[in-house]
């Protein structure tokens, strides 16, 4: 029996896993699929199904491997289908995590510098909490409002049928939401 090869930092090469390398994928399995866990599990707060879609999202890299344009690094790609595949999730479920705002950013950076990675992450962290904060001085009918569409991006329909709501009104406050927020964020970002 052959040993398979071991990974190396520079695996896997996108030309090796669009011809279907079997090792390029084992690789980016190896190498991507505890962060790729965390980040999921982040947005899920489940860990069954995190590992679920981490699985899917391999399965279904490997599907798409040929429409990857290589405009970003492979794990960005991969990281984006996980994303979608969670976020799909959370919409059948009916369920959100918050958190994932919270980190999303972080999880995302590129492995390179390390302090470059902890300067963004920092910065993600800040404006996170900004916005964060600034959610928080909303008026609740304000924030549920915000909170359906554009956190939970549920459509105009869906929010007004959750909160009771016509549709216009669900417009009304997320215009009158959004207005609020950017005057919040604008006197901070100026202090």
Same mark, same amino acid.
């Given at each position: 029996?052959?040993?398979?090869?071991?990974?190396?930092?520079?695996?896997?090469?996108?030309?090796?896993?669009?011809?279907?390398?079997?090792?390029?994928?084992?690789?980016?399995?190896?190498?991507?699929?505890?962060?790729?866990?965390?980040?999921?599990?982040?947005?899920?707060?489940?860990?069954?199904?995190?590992?679920?879609?981490?699985?899917?999202?391999?399965?279904?890299?490997?599907?798409?491997?040929?429409?990857?344009?290589?405009?970003?690094?492979?794990?960005?790609?991969?990281?984006?289908?996980?994303? *979608?595949? @969670?976020?799909?999730? +959370? $919409? #059948?479920?009916? !369920?959100?995590?918050?958190?994932?705002?919270?980190?999303?950013?972080?999880?995302?950076?590129?492995?390179?510098?390390?302090?470059?990675?902890?300067?963004?992450?920092?910065?993600?962290?800040?404006?996170?909490?900004?916005?964060?904060?600034?959610?928080?001085?909303?008026?609740?009918?304000?924030?549920?409002?915000?909170?359906?569409?554009?956190?939970?991006?549920?459509?105009?329909?869906?929010?007004?049928?959750?909160?009771?709501?016509?549709?216009?009104?669900?417009?009304?406050?997320? *215009?009158? @939401?959004?207005?609020? +927020? $950017? #005057?919040?964020? !604008?006197?901070?970002?100026?202090?």
């Amino acid at each position: 029996m052959e040993m398979p090869q071991p990974c190396t930092s520079e695996d896997p090469k996108v030309d090796a896993l669009k011809a279907g390398s079997e090792h390029a994928f084992r690789c980016l399995f190896e190498q991507e699929r505890d962060r790729l866990h965390n980040f999921v599990l982040q947005i899920v707060d489940d860990t069954d199904e995190a590992e679920n879609i981490v699985q899917e999202a391999f399965a279904e890299a490997y599907r798409q491997i040929e429409d990857f344009r290589g405009e970003a690094k492979v794990s960005t790609w991969l990281f984006s289908i996980a994303r *979608h595949l @969670a976020y799909g999730h +959370l $919409r #059948k479920t009916k !369920r959100h995590n918050y958190r994932e705002h919270e980190t999303i950013e972080f999880l995302l950076a590129d492995q390179g510098d390390a302090s470059l990675i902890t300067e963004k992450a920092v910065e993600a962290s800040e404006r996170k909490r900004i916005v964060h904060d600034a959610l928080q001085e909303l008026p609740d009918h304000y924030r549920r409002v915000v909170q359906f569409r554009d956190l939970e991006e549920k459509s105009t329909t869906e929010t007004a049928e959750h909160l009771g709501l016509t549709e216009v009104n669900v417009r009304v406050r997320l *215009h009158r @939401a959004r207005k609020q +927020l $950017r #005057k919040h964020l !604008r006197q901070r970002m100026e202090r």
